[in-house]
């Protein structure tokens, strides 16, 4: 029974994860866009936007991704025998770039409310694109466990991230038309 209620806590917690994460780098988009904003306006929103950074960061991204972790050591503490499967070595590679994404949004976080533009809002918007191939990757793994065919499935997540990169040109082209 305690396999059940771990597996539960870890899906709410990765859930919850990617969610504040999503939250976050789209926040990173406005507030670029709030840099190009005349004064006043543009120190409030930068003001507002750090806060709301880190408070997504602090509040719901760490706790969420301790909660995916615990859920996630739980289980495999009462299943050892899945660290001998391949699948899950990539699942658990995986995860580490996704902390390692995770921990890369705290720099952005600190050289934004440094004033330090790293990247255009068009760039950003793909940046958040980037924890959806994560979720995608990590899910079909999960779910599909060794029936996965590494190569497809490889094949498949370059497919649907260049499917977000086209519809993102798409929508910033219609964006641009509207101004």
Not at 132 to 143: E, G, K, M, Y
Request: hydrophobic share 50%; aromatic share 16%; charged share 15%.
């Amino acid at each position: 029974m305690a396999l059940f209620y771990l597996k539960a806590l870890h899906i709410v917690g990765f859930v919850s994860w990617f969610a504040g994460l999503f939250y976050l780098v789209r926040m990173f988009v406005y507030h670029e866009e709030a840099l190009d904003k005349p004064e006043p306006e543009q120190s409030i929103l930068k003001k507002q936007f750090n806060i709301m950074q880190w408070r997504v960061y602090k509040i719901i991204c760490n706790p969420a991704m301790m909660i995916t972790f615990i859920g996630g050591l739980g289980m495999l503490y009462l299943n050892p025998e899945y660290l001998k499967m391949g699948w899950m070595h990539l699942k658990l590679s995986l995860v580490f770039a996704l902390l390692a994404y995770h921990l890369y949004c705290k720099s952005v976080i600190r050289k934004l409310e440094k004033g330090i533009r790293l990247y255009t809002s068009f760039q950003y918007r793909l940046l958040n694109e980037v924890p959806t191939l994560f979720l995608v990757s990590i899910v079909l793994l999960a779910v599909l466990k060794n029936g996965l065919n590494t190569l497809y499935a490889f094949l498949g997540v370059i497919a649907f991230g260049l499917v977000l990169y086209i519809a993102t040109k798409l929508y910033k082209r219609s964006r641009e038309q509207r101004q």
